[in-house]
C-alpha cells in the first residue's frame, strides 16, 4: 500500500505567510531619522509623454508650463550627504556612519479623494556608497537601489560630488557653487530653466510626500513637514548618465533648478498604502 502523501497545507500556509511579510516589509513599515549633511536637489524639465510612461497606475504627472509655451514634466536628482541614519527614536550612536545617497524620483500626483489630488515624488531608483544602506533599502521598499562608489569634496565656496555606478548608466557629477548663494532667500536658476522666476521654480523643489510603487497601489511616506525652506545655488553639472540611459535616453531635458539644504535632521514617517481604486475614490490608507 502507497503511504498517504502529508497534508499540503502547512506548507501552503507558510509560504502565504511569508510572502504577506515580505510584502509588509517593503512598504516602509518603520520610521526613521537621520542628519542631512548636505542634500541638493536638481530638478530637470522634460517632455511628458515619455516621463507619463514611467507612472505606475494610480499616479498623474505634475506637469509645468514654461515660459516658451509648452508643457513639461519635471525630474529630480537628489545627493545627500547623510549621517546617522536609523528607526526613529533610537539612539544616533545606532545609526548608520556619513555616507552618500542619490534618488531619482519624478514629480507627480495622487488623487485622494473627490476632485482632490496631492503632489509628491515617486521613487524610480536610487543608490548609495553604504553597502548595508542599500542591503535596507532593498529590504523595505521595491525601489531597486544600487550600490555606487561616491566622494564629496568641500570648500568654504565650493561643494562637487562625484558619483561612479561602474557601468557608466548612473554617473552623477555636480559642482554647486556656495559662495554668496546657499543662503535662504537668495535665488539662482540655471540659463535654460523652463521657470519664469525663483518662486515658481520652488514649487518644483523638495516636497515632503514620496511614492513608491506597490502591486496593492501606492505606499505613501512623508517627511517632516516643518523644515527650513532650501536654498537655491548655481550648479554645473558636466555628467549625469542616467538621462542617457533608460527609457529617458535621448529625450529633451533641460535642468532648470538647484536646490541644497544644509545640516538638517530630518525624519520620515512610516509608509501608508492608498488604495486608489473602489467605488468611491476616498482616501484610503492600510495602517503598516
Known amino acids: 500500500m502507497r503511504p498517504l502523501p502529508g497534508p499540503t497545507w502547512p506548507v501552503r500556509t507558510a509560504v ?91 514629480f507627480a500626483t495622487l488623487a485622494v479623494r473627490r476632485g482632490r489630488t496631492v503632489r509628491g515624488m515617486l521613487a524610480l531608483a536610487g543608490q548609495s556608497d553604504d553597502p548595508l544602506a542599500v542591503l535596507g533599502a532593498n529590504l523595505t521598499s521595491r525601489g531597486g537601489r544600487r550600490r555606487v562608489d561616491a566622494r564629496v569634496e568641500r570648500t568654504p565656496r565650493r561643494l562637487r560630488i562625484s558619483v561612479g555606478s561602474g557601468d557608466g548608466s548612473a554617473d552623477l557629477e555636480v559642482v554647486a557653487d556656495l559662495d554668496g548663494t546657499a543662503r535662504p532667500g537668495t535665488d539662482a536658476l540655471p540659463e535654460r530653466s523652463v521657470f519664469a522666476g525663483p518662486r515658481t521654480a520652488r514649487r518644483f523643489g523638495p516636497l515632503p510626500r514620496t511614492f513608491l510603487p506597490d502591486p496593492a497601489g501606492v505606499v505613501v511616506v512623508e517627511a517632516a513637514p516643518d523644515l527650513p525652506p532650501p536654498a537655491a545655488v548655481a550648479v554645473a553639472v558636466p555628467r549625469a548618465t542616467f538621462l542617457e540611459h533608460g527609457p529617458l535616453a535621448g529625450v529633451e531635458h533641460r535642468l532648470s533648478a538647484a536646490f541644497l539644504s544644509v545640516d538638517v535632521d530630518q525624519t520620515w514617517g512610516p509608509g501608508r498604502l492608498h488604495l486608489p481604486t473602489g467605488p468611491d475614490p476616498l482616501e484610503t490608507y492600510i495602517g503598516m
Open 16 to 106: 502565504r505567510l511569508t510572502g504577506a511579510a515580505l510584502t509588509r516589509l517593503q512598504r516602509r513599515p518603520v520610521a526613521v531619522e537621520a542628519r542631512l549633511v548636505h542634500a541638493l536637489q536638481l530638478t530637470w524639465a522634460v517632455p511628458p509623454g515619455p516621463a507619463r510612461a514611467l507612472l505606475p497606475a494610480g499616479l498623474g504627472l505634475d506637469t509645468h508650463r514654461g515660459t516658451d509655451g509648452r508643457e513639461w514634466a519635471l525630474l529630480a536628482a537628489t545627493v545627500a550627504e547623510v549621517e546617522a541614519l536609523r528607526p526613529r527614536g533610537t539612539p544616533r550612536s545606532a545609526g548608520r556612519p556619513r555616507h552618500v545617497t542619490v534618488d531619482y524620483r519624478l
